[in-house]
Structure formats: structure tokens, C-alpha cells
Nanobody
Framework: QVQLVESGGGLVQAGGSLRLSCAAS????????MGWYRQAPGKSRVYVGS????????YADRSVKGRFTISRDTAKNAVYLQMNSLNPEDTAVYYC?????????WGQGTQVTVSS
């Protein structure tokens, strides 16, 4: 059974940092393209960034580039989203996603709330 479990969310003041983790069981993450997404209240889920199976990172747009960093620890079978200089617009539920060909897995999400 495949499970992706996000953790590390919480309440932080504007300007603060959080590191989200996505731990996997049942799959080997380094074989997958791993994405981070977020869903703000009342809005659709949107792409934040990703790390490919080859280790290449990509970020959605200027709103996160330079503030967010995605990394991977193959020994721990986990990926991370380091978020710095957080602002209230970053408030959302953050999800990790694993894709390999026709396999597509999602975690349950972790809440990030940034207070002004």
C-alpha cells in the first residue's frame, strides 16, 4: 500500500520559515517525479514546484522562486519543501504528489498558516 505523509505544517508569523516533509512508504521516491501543491481556502489546488526523478527542481512562479526550495533525501525516502520569508498569501494546505507513468499518488496535506 502506497502512502505519502506530509508533516511540518503549522502556524508561523510573516517572515518566518517552515520545512515541510513528505515521507513515502510503498514506493521509492527517487524513481518518481515529486511535486508540491497548495490549496488556499476557497481556491483550487495549484502547483508550487517539483523535483524530477533525476533531481532537477522546478518552481511555479515568482511568488515562490527564491523563497521555496525543494530537496530530496533518498536514504530517508522523503522530499522536503523549505519555505522562507513566508507571507499570509502562502496560507494553504500543502500536498505532495508522486507521479511515475500511470501511477499518481497524493498525500493528505498539511496546513500552513501565516499570520500577519
Amino acid at each position: 500500500q502506497v502512502q505519502l505523509v506530509e508533516s511540518g505544517g503549522g502556524l508561523v508569523q510573516a517572515g518566518g520559515s517552515l520545512r515541510l516533509s513528505c515521507a513515502a512508504s510503498g514506493i521509492t521516491l527517487r524513481h518518481y517525479n515529486m511535486g508540491w501543491y497548495r490549496q488556499a481556502p476557497g481556491k483550487s489546488r495549484v502547483y508550487v514546484g517539483s523535483i524530477s526523478s533525476g533531481g532537477k527542481t522546478d518552481y511555479a512562479d515568482r511568488s515562490v522562486k527564491g523563497r521555496f526550495t525543494i530537496s530530496r533525501d533518498t536514504a530517508k525516502n522523503a522530499v522536503y519543501l523549505q519555505m522562507n520569508s513566508l507571507n499570509p498569501e502562502d496560507t494553504a494546505v500543502y500536498y505532495c504528489n508522486a507521479i511515475l507513468r500511470y501511477s499518481d499518488y497524493w498525500g493528505q496535506g498539511t496546513q500552513v498558516t501565516v499570520s500577519s
